[in-house]
């Protein structure tokens, strides 16, 4: 996935590249951490942010994801901004980011927990319960809110495939 983005008041831009599983030959420039959507398997994702300048590709970027497929970085094409209003509350005891991405007439929400991995089903169950309790749907399947959004405007069908 390709994005640009301000966090904080500092624009940046990024490039995540998720895999099925742990994979040992990452640039060590890059950040990797394991995810969960929902009662997905889990996958293990790795980015690369750089500050946004002149140039919105960097070079350890541009090395980073060609080292997986090959881009046409001139195809790659804007889109929004979109207004993505976040809020950092606590439900059933576990930190929580809301985070809400207005497209449209498309409102998508993402929560993201972050906990140990040992602690990941209990907080998922606790949340997941919550929700549910009070009137909150959750999308099927779960997904992050690019994907979402992207299969929402008709970019994808419904089978499964990575940007």
Not at 43 to 71: G, H, I, M, N
């Amino acid at each position: 996935m390709f994005r640009t983005k301000t966090n904080k008041g500092q624009r940046f831009s990024t490039v995540k590249v998720r895999f099925p599983g742990a994979v040992p030959d990452v640039p060590d420039f890059v950040d990797c951490s394991w995810g969960q959507y929902g009662t997905n398997p889990p996958s293990f994702a790795c980015e690369k942010r750089c500050p946004l300048d002149s140039k919105v590709w960097q070079e350890e970027q541009v090395q980073f994801a060609e080292q997986y497929e090959t881009v046409d970085w001139d195809a790659l094409r804007a889109y929004g901004p979109y207004q993505n209003a976040k809020w950092k509350v606590r439900v059933e005891g576990y930190k929580a980011k809301f985070d809400n991405v207005v497209a449209g007439d498309l409102h998508l929400m993402e929560v993201e927990v972050k906990v140990p991995w040992e602690e990941s089903h209990d907080a998922l169950q606790a949340i997941t319960q919550y929700l549910n309790e009070r009137g909150v749907v959750l999308c099927e399947p779960q997904e992050g809110k690019t994907m979402r959004l992207f299969r929402a405007m008709g970019y994808f069908g419904d089978e499964n495939e990575e940007l």
